[in-house]
Structures are given as C-alpha cells and as structure tokens.
C-alpha cells in the first residue's frame, strides 16, 4: 500500500485488516474491507469517495483483475466476482475447500482450484468458464492440499501444486502438458518467463524440468528433470526468480 498516495481514516470503533486491502492498477482506487459497530463492509476508495460493494463480515481474502474491472472476494469456502461498476451483481458463487487462484499478469483468464474437483480457468469480467480440467485427486488418506499456484510470467504456463504433486497446465488451452512429484526436500521454485521450463531448487542442487510445449495427449505423463545443476555443499537456494 502506497501510504504517499492513499491513507485510511479510521474512526471511532473501527478496524482496518491488512489482509483484506486490494490496490488496482496505477493506484486508481482501492477495496477494502472496513469493521466497525454497525458490521463489516467491503468499500470501494476512489478520489470521489467510498463505494458500498458487499457486506464484508465474512470476507477473508481480496483481490483485483489486472484490468481492474472486477474484485475477488474469498467468503469460506466461497469465492464472489464484483463488479465495481454494478456492485449488486455477483458473477460467480464458486465453492470449495481450500480454494486457491490467481490471474493471468497479462489478463484475460483467472485460475481457481480447491481440494477437490477440476482446475478452472474463468473469464476475469463475468467468472465465465473458459477451460476446465480435471485433475488428479489423491485418496482422502494422502490428501494435502493446495499448494502453489502460479503462472509464467507470459501467460502461458500454470503450475498447480496439489497433493503433493506439480501439474503444468496449458495457460491458452487449458490442457495438461504434464505432471512431476514435488520432491520432499524443496527450497523454492520458479517458472521460466515464457513457460519453457521448471526450475526447483533441493538443497544440493538446482533441477530444471523442461515442459512440452504442446499440450499433453492421453493420461498424464510424468515430465523428467534435466541434468542437475550442483550448488554449494551445505547451502540451499531459496529460488525465485528466472531472467529472459
């Protein structure tokens, strides 16, 4: 939050959770949610003043659409798409445990996934479906969860960590490229920029996992690490970031 561009007046009887703030692109405007004696709200900060987006009670989670046209707003176990042009339409009543999802950073598509069920890719403006993909899910005995979701930098990769295993998913198709058990001993990941590669950083070593660039046909294929990069004896790298 840029304290140099927008402050947050707090008045008597009120709270501000850092968790629940969401800046839109060039600092435009900003959501939020604000607590006080008469409940919680979800407002909308511009220049011209506060906007009443939702109630706010049971809000956990913000986010904005790199366009700015919609905010994400995580209730439980439910995800809701505002429009913050037409804050009375809810464009998408998702639900699911553990529910992860980031957008596209070169817009035009959000991911949402949970602990069950498929990967969806959405239309950001509207929570559209676009593609959907159904992942493999692990017996309830070796399930654990949601791990990282993450796109390439271009758009054109998604990684989706699930039950201890790593899908990359086509960013333009929705389609598998294709699957790798996450290692037990791992320090940190990065995508490369355009998608081309996996890099995992496990203590002793750097594995780079080159993807297909097309999607994957029938069952799910397990994607093979290339020659393994040696680090330091006794350091781990805690990746992450990979340069074009």
């Known amino acids: 939050l840029r304290s140099a561009l927008w402050s947050v007046r707090v008045g008597p009887g009120e709270m501000y959770d850092a968790n629940r703030f969401a800046l839109f692109p060039d600092d435009r405007a900003l959501a939020f949610v604000r607590v006080g004696e008469d409940g919680a709200a979800l407002l909308l900060r511009e220049d011209s003043g ?33 429009d913050p042009q037409a804050p009375e339409d809810d464009h998408l009543g998702l639900a ?112 780079p996992i080159p993807v297909p660039t097309a999607p994957h046909e029938g069952p799910p294929g397990e994607l093979e690490a290339g020659e393994p990069i040696a680090l330091p004896r006794g350091r781990s790298l805690g990746l992450l970031a990979v340069g074009p």
Do not use: K
């Not at 201890?164 to 198709?173: A, E, I, M, Q, R």
């Open 50 to 82: 506060d906007t009443l987006l939702a109630p706010g009670e049971a809000i956990t989670r913000l986010s904005v659409a790199p366009s700015g046209a919609t905010v994400l707003a995580q209730e439980g176990n439910t995800l809701r798409l505002l």
């Open 96 to 207: 699911g445990e553990g529910m992860a999802w980031a957008y596209r950073p070169t817009g035009g598509a959000l991911a949402v996934v949970s602990r069950e069920g498929p990967l969806r890719l959405l239309d950001p403006r509207d929570g559209r479906t676009l593609h959907e993909l159904e992942l493999p899910t692990a017996e309830p005995a070796a399930r654990r969860g949601i791990g990282r979701l993450r796109w390439s930098a271009d758009g054109r990769l998604l990684l989706v960590e699930r039950d201890g295993s790593f899908h990359l998913v086509d960013g333009w198709t929705g389609r598998l490229r294709g699957t790798l058990p996450r290692p037990e001993e791992l320090y940190g990941l990065a995508l490369a920029p355009d998608g081309s590669a996996l890099y995992l950083s496990t203590g002793d070593a750097l594995l």
